[in-house]
Antibody, heavy 116, light 110 residues
Framework: QVHLVQSGAEVKKPGASVKVSCKAS????????VHWVRQAPGQRLEWMGWIDTGNGYPKYSQNFGDRVTITRDTSASTAYMELSSLRSEDTAMYYC?????????WGQGTMVAVSS | QSALTQPASVSGSPGQSITISCTGT?????????VSWYQQHPGKAPKLMIY???DRPSGVSNRFSGSKSGNTASLTISGLQAEDEADYYC??????????FGGGTKLTVL
């Protein structure tokens, strides 16, 4: 059974960075890109970027400038999303997901709260 | 990147049909047949309902259907049921090899 299990909730101060992990199981990790999507409270889904888990090549949404970094560790079947220079507007649920056709699985989400 | 445009809300009575539109540009919705639709209940992760414009994953009711014309995609739900009440999001790949979501539509079953 395919699963994406994310790391736990985080509370950060403005200006700090956060790194969220996403461990895959039940399939060959390097066969599918891993995407990161966030959702602020009461707001829409927002795509942040993806990583080609085979070659490690990332692609980012322009909306985040250079604040987001997505990496992966194939030996651990785990993808990571790091967001820097956090501000209050970054308070959101962060999801990892595989979004290829019917191979569409989402992690349980990681809540990141940014507060002074 | 701007979000795809969806109506903020739609409503219908049980048994009726509703359609949710998703308008993009020739760089996303109009470029490829890669539109997907997601259903999201409060506090839950999104669930795939339609992919590649009109294909339905196994297990999704055939009351859900999708279509596309030019830069606008549509999700139709027929025979509305109470459990269909949720938020719905469209998404599309873009010519820049990125993904964009719609603004979301809240469906209310009256």
């Amino acid at each position: 059974q395919v699963h994406l299990v994310q790391s736990g909730a985080e509370v950060k101060k403005p200006g700090a960075s956060v790194k969220v992990s996403c461990k895959a199981s039940g399939y060959t990790f390097t066969n599918y890109h891993v995407h990161w999507v966030r959702q602020a409270p009461g707001q829409r889904l927002e795509w942040m970027g993806w990583i080609d888990t085979g070659n490690g090549y990332p692609k980012y949404s322009q909306n985040f400038g250079d604040r987001v970094t997505i990496t992966r560790d194939t030996s651990a079947s785990t993808a990571y999303m790091e967001l820097s220079s956090l501000r209050s507007e970054d308070t959101a649920m962060y999801y990892c997901a595989t979004l290829r056709g019917t191979f569409n699985t989402w992690g349980q989400g990681t809540m990141v709260a940014v507060s002074s | 990147q701007s979000a795809l445009t969806q109506p903020a809300s739609v409503s219908g009575s049980p048994g009726q049909s509703i359609t949710i539109s998703c308008t993009g540009t020739s760089s996303d919705v109009g470029a490829y047949n890669s539109v997907s639709w997601y259903q999201q209940h409060p506090g839950k992760a999104p669930k795939l309902m339609i992919y590649d414009v009109s294909d339905r994953p196994s297990g999704v009711s055939n009351r859900f259907s999708g279509s596309k014309s030019g830069n606008t995609a549509s999700l139709t739900i027929s025979g509305l049921q109470a459990e269909d009440e949720a938020d719905y999001y469209c998404s599309s790949y873009t010519i820049s090899n990125t993904l964009v979501f719609g603004g979301g539509t809240k469906l209310t079953v009256l």
